[in-house]
Structure formats: C-alpha cells, structure tokens
Nanobody, 126 residues
Framework: QVQLVESGGGSVQTGGSLRLSCAAS????????MGWFRQAPGKEREGVAA????????YYTDSVKGRFSISLDNDKMTLYLQMNNLQPEDSAVYYC????WGLGTTILGQSAYNTWGQGTQVTVSS
C-alpha cells in the first residue's frame, strides 16, 4: 500500500508561484500513475494534472495548461506540481493521488485513483 503526504501549500498573491510536493512511501511498483486534484469550498474535487509512472505522459486540465507543470522523481518517490502565474480561482485544497490502470475511465477523474493524501491548502489573494 502506498502512503502519500503533501507539502508546499501556502498563501501567495496573484501571479505568484508555488511548488507542491507529494512524498510517497510504500511499494512504488503498485502505482501506474499519479495525479493532483483540487477542491475549493462548495465545489467538486477536480483533476488538475496527472503523470504516468515512467513520466512518459502528462495530462492537464485546460484551466492550468501553460501555467502548471507536473513531474515525478522516482528515485525520491516524490511527485511535484509547479504552479506559476497563480490566480484567485486556483485557491483550493490540493490533493495528490495514485492509481492503477483499469480504474476509472479518465486519468483526471477521481475514480481512477485508489490512494489519496490528506491535502495541502493553497490560497491566492488578489
């Protein structure tokens, strides 16, 4: 079983940057891909970005393309999300997650993941 712990959240002003980290422990071979999700108050949790375990493919939701970058360091067993040009609408709790092929129908959908971290808060002020 993989355990995930996020860090790096905080408060920034519009246009600022943050880098989120997600440290994974446990059996790394049991995950085919990892992703970042976010949930703002009163809204559904949405997929932000995902990456395959070999880093061959990355996926982004439209609203973050060109601003966010997902990466995976398998040696450190750490997932990253570099967030640039942050906007107030990016404010949310950000979660990392791990999943295996065969779950869900889209890699940016919650049902594709079976392991979740506890979340880290990101607040962007105007």
């Amino acid at each position: 079983q993989v355990q995930l712990v996020e860090s790096g959240g905080g408060s920034v002003q519009t246009g600022g940057s943050l880098r989120l980290s997600c440290a994974a422990s446990g059996h790394s071979s049991r995950r085919d891909y990892m992703g970042w999700f976010r949930q703002a108050p009163g809204k559904e949790r949405e997929g932000v970005a995902a990456i395959t375990s070999t880093s061959s493919y990355q996926y982004y939701t439209d609203s973050v393309k060109g601003r966010f970058s997902i990466s995976l360091d398998n040696d450190k067993m750490t997932l990253y999300l570099q967030m640039n040009n942050l906007q107030p609408e990016d404010s949310a709790v950000y979660y990392c997650a791990a999943g295996n092929w065969g779950l869900g129908t889209t890699i940016l959908g919650q049902s594709a993941y079976n392991t979740w971290g506890q979340g880290t808060q990101v607040t962007v002020s105007s």
